[in-house]
């Protein structure tokens, strides 16, 4: 009797632990990709670049096409820019500055142009720039943080991250019309 009430509760307990698989997507989360880039960032720059100094953010860009940039790339700049400057880095905001290439819709292009020009009137220390590339699952972003006055690269960061509907709709969007499932690359 007793082996037959000890199988009846381990199979209720059993019951009751049971939950359904939780199959939705993920969520995107910018500040943690964004927090995760800063660290990356902070941690590979063996202190040539410190806090407090002044910093540059321009738009992440297509890699197929650096004059191209997305909604994505300007919410995972935005994102990281907003994790620099909560770690103490001055982060300048270039979008005031008239002697930038800024594209409407695009965003600030750093990669299509030379880092000097934009250090004498800024004052930065440096530039972080980067790019993003699909693959059918992933979004890869590199960063790279360079030096305003020898375009040299003083610090790398890398991620990649699931794609997702939340994703795909800002990469789908280049000048605010939106496919979700398919990214503006893709179509």
Do not use: H
Not at 134 to 141: A, G, N
Request: with cysteine; glycine share 6%.
């Amino acid at each position: 009797m007793k082996k037959i009430i000890l199988v009846l509760l381990a199979l209720f307990f059993a019951g009751c632990a049971w939950q359904k698989p939780d199959t939705s997507l993920p969520t995107a989360n910018f500040f943690g990709f964004g927090e995760e880039i800063a660290g990356q960032l902070v941690d590979s720059n063996s202190q040539v670049v410190v806090q407090g100094e002044k910093l540059i953010l321009t738009t992440m860009v297509d890699l197929d096409n650096l004059y191209k940039t997305s909604a994505f790339g300007r919410a995972i700049t935005e994102s990281l820019s907003t994790c620099l400057f909560r770690r103490g880095f001055q982060v300048t905001e270039i979008r005031k500055t008239p002697a930038l290439f800024i594209r409407q819709q695009k965003g600030e292009l750093s990669l299509s142009r030379d880092a000097a020009r934009i250090s004498p009137e800024q004052n930065a220390t440096a530039i972080v720039t980067g790019t993003y590339s699909l693959t059918p699952d992933t979004v890869i972003i590199n960063v790279k943080m360079i030096s305003t006055d020898a375009d040299t690269v003083l610090s790398v960061a890398g991620l990649e991250i699931d794609r997702d509907r939340n994703i795909n709709s800002l990469l789908s969007r280049t000048s605010g019309t939106s496919r979700y499932d398919l990214s503006a690359y893709e179509q």
